[in-house]
């Protein structure tokens, strides 16, 4: 069965860069052209598509969030990861991880989330 | 990028039909049969329960069906149970640019 863990810091001041890891278990992540892909969920808010990542390394990424966001693919360790620059309070939310079916196009298995905070 | 519109809330009572709306453009909904759906319950990761606008992961109740029509895709969840109270998201792709769309969900109530 495949598993998602998402890791990283819960506080990141104001300005810095939040930079959060997902390790999966139960498959290759460079396995079959697949697609990862990072959502967030402000406090109060529903959810937010941040970007995504082909298993080849093609990304793609929110237009609001495209000029602050880096994802990369760490094959050997199989992981994937998010970096979010310049971030603001308005960054802070629970980062989930989840795999996104290529053929048709939904996240079929989510990690659990992680509550990033920004606050000096 | 536009999320696409849901109702901020659903309620019924147990036994009860609840359906959802989901509204996009040709550019999304409209354009590709890529609408999921997606229950998520506090603190919990969010679960598939509908994707490719109509079809069903393995172990969601039947009582859960999608449907489609022009731009606007929509959640029915029949025989509402008390663990159905959650919130719910629609999903699309939205082509190259606009990869993945999210609904500003909505809220079910089971009364």
């Known amino acids: 069965q495949l598993q998602l863990q998402e890791s990283g810091p819960g506080l990141v001041r104001p300005s810095e860069t939040l930079s959060l890891s997902c390790t999966v278990s139960g498959a290759s992540i460079s396995s079959d052209d697949s697609c990862w892909g990072w959502i967030r969920q402000s406090p109060g808010k529903g959810l937010e598509w941040i970007g995504s990542i082909r298993s080849g390394g093609r990304t793609y990424y929110n237009p609001s969030l495209k000029s602050r966001v880096t994802t990369s693919i760490d094959t050997p360790k199989n992981q994937f990861s998010l970096q979010l620059r310049s971030v603001t309070a308005a960054d802070t939310a629970v980062y989930f991880c989840?795999?996104?079916?290529?053929?048709?196009?939904?996240?079929?298995?989510w990690g659990q989330g992680t509550l990033v905070s920004v606050s000096s | 990028q536009s999320a696409l519109t849901q109702p901020p809330s659903a309620s019924g009572s147990p036994g009860q039909s609840v359906t959802i709306s989901c509204t996009g453009t040709?550019?999304?909904?409209?354009?590709?049969?890529?609408v999921s759906w997606y229950q998520h319950h506090p603190d919990k990761a969010p679960k598939l329960i509908i994707y490719g606008v109509t079809k069903r992961p393995s172990g969601v109740p039947d009582r859960f069906s999608g449907s489609k029509s022009g731009n606007t895709a929509s959640l029915t969840v029949s025989g509402l149970q008390a663990e159905d109270e959650a919130d719910y998201y629609c999903?699309?792709?939205?082509?190259?640019?606009?990869?993945?769309?999210f609904g500003g969900g909505t809220k079910v109530t089971v009364l």
């Open positions: 040709s550019s999304d909904v409209g354009g590709y049969d890529f």
């Open positions: 999903s699309s792709y939205g082509g190259s640019d606009n990869f993945v769309v």
């Open positions: 989840a795999r996104l079916a290529v053929s048709t196009r939904e996240f079929d298995f």
